[in-house]
């Protein structure tokens, strides 16, 4: 997958790759692989159904043991991984939200329980966790919650 373009001040380019910074929880995710793995090949004995598990084990996990690359720009924001790129605009989300290992960008002014549905993940490594908060509190500044209006007619 070729590099990103070098980004310019107005934009913010990073890469995350989990397993590389968690070599611990890369081992221990690998062990519970070859035991599932291992577990139906007894069950089965069967080598096809053996290696599509693994494949689909591996497919579902390839964001913990591939990087992935992500852009912020100042309308758009690209995360491409190995088995495909997404773009969005920076338009459809109100605010976000960071933890440890990343930030949720949603599109709703409060948090919700819609939010993992509606919303985007950006995962970050700990280096990067410092810029990339930087980056997005410029773009999205705390603001007040709007205020709840009650529906006219209701006492």
Known sequence: MPEPPPPTSEELAW???PARRRPAAATL????LGLLVTGVWYWFEDPWLC??????????????????RYLITQ??????ATLGERKKSLG???RYQADRYGALLSPFDRPSRLDRFHGLNLRFDAPDRDRVVAFLERRFPKREPAPVVEPPGKE
């Open 92 to 94: 459809l989300y109100r």
């Open 29 to 32: 995710t690998t062990a519970l």
């Open 51 to 68: 290696g599509l598990s693994a494949f689909i084990l591996l497919a579902s996990l390839s964001p913990f043991y591939l990087p992935t």
């Open 15 to 17: 890469v995350c790759h």
């Open 75 to 80: 309308d758009s924001v690209t995360i491409r």
